[in-house]
């Protein structure tokens, strides 16, 4: 966009010039505004936390920070144990310290990571921490046969295909080819012998399935606010208007995945978002429609405070307490015959 430099130069010469008139929004005078401006937010996203979450919720949701060492990487469950993976890390030049999740590492100074030897020989992978709670939600056992109803990009499906020891059957699904291919690639790269990749959409009826899950995995599409301070831009692409449609698509997941939930299987729901409409809502209306489902306690292997914060129908975690992504994660079990 050559055509704009000129433009562009003479605003920012103009800002240099001015900046000392410029008058800031005063927080305790128009919170709202302050929020707008210095937290760089639509409007309607802040009118709608204050409606959800009160004024100080909102706040700490807007203005949270992502601190020094946020990346996350966990070990490849089939070639390191944590300890062996830690004499790992010690080989490094990298910063680390663990995460409060099981197998989460926060490393910081690590440049270009997906470059490194080990990285591309398979000993670790980059996932994020509320993401590893969602999969260890499912408590997957050698031999099992779980699916994983919206794969990519494939981080879960390998956590479970490599807590299960590469046994069993780990199918996971993906709608779009492109992303499908991302899951392929990363299955290469760890050596998952147990892991089946489909081109796919959950939504579709597949009686051949019904009732033969151990366990379902939905890691539901969303408006990703859980995740605002890593993807800044969506809650530019996002309006309101489009929530309800996101939510209608994750009811329809949920009720065509839970068929395929076998008696005494377990079903697990999760977003990357802070919206109750996509979390908690979501789950007390499938539990009124699907009455054979019932919530169950969140694993022993959580931390302690994410268990005291479950309620009876979830998890809601938030970036600015928890330390971790904006998640909602619902465990349930459907019930014996």
Not at 199 to 210: G, I, L, N
Not at 267 to 296: D, K, M
């Amino acid at each position: 966009m050559e055509g704009a430099s000129g433009f562009i130069n003479a605003v920012l010469r103009n800002l240099v010039r001015q900046k000392d008139q410029i008058v800031w929004p005063d927080r305790e005078k128009d919170l709202k505004q302050y929020l707008h401006i210095m937290g760089n937010n639509p409007e309607w996203l802040i009118e709608k936390l204050f409606r959800v979450y009160g004024e100080e919720t909102a706040e700490a949701i807007l203005m949270y920070e992502k601190p020094e060492h946020a990346m996350v990487i966990r070990p490849n469950m089939l070639k390191n144990t944590d300890e062996a993976f830690e004499k790992l890390l010690n080989r490094k030049p990298w910063k680390w310290r663990r995460g409060i999740v099981p197998h989460a590492y926060l490393i910081g100074g690590a440049v270009e990571i997906e470059k490194d030897e080990d990285y591309q020989r398979g000993l670790f992978s980059i996932q994020g921490q509320s993401s590893l709670l969602a999969a260890e939600a499912v408590q997957v056992k050698p031999g099992m046969r779980v699916l994983d109803a919206c794969a990519a990009p494939g981080g879960k499906a390998a956590y479970l295909s490599e807590t299960m020891q590469d046994t069993g059957r780990v199918f996971a699904w993906e709608i779009h080819e492109k992303r499908a291919a991302l899951i392929e690639a990363m299955k290469k790269r760890l050596r998952i012998e147990n892991l089946r990749i489909s081109v796919r959409d959950a939504q579709t009826p597949k009686p051949d399935m019904e009732g033969t899950m151990d366990a379902v995995l939905l890691d539901a599409p969303c408006t990703g606010l859980g995740v605002m301070e890593e993807k800044p831009d969506l809650k530019f692409r996002l309006k309101e208007s489009d929530i309800a449609a996101i939510a209608q698509t994750q009811t329809s997941l949920l009720n065509a995945v839970s068929k395929f939930v076998k008696p005494g299987g377990t079903l697990v729901y999760s977003t990357c978002s802070i919206l109750p409409e996509e979390g908690a809502e979501q789950i007390r209306v499938f539990l009124e429609t699907h009455p054979a489902f019932s919530v169950r306690p969140l694993p022993v292997s959580y931390p302690e405070a994410f268990r005291q914060e479950q309620s009876k129908v979830g998890l809601q975690l938030f970036s600015f307490r928890d330390h971790v992504e904006g998640f909602f994660i619902a465990r349930m079990q459907r019930q014996s015959d």
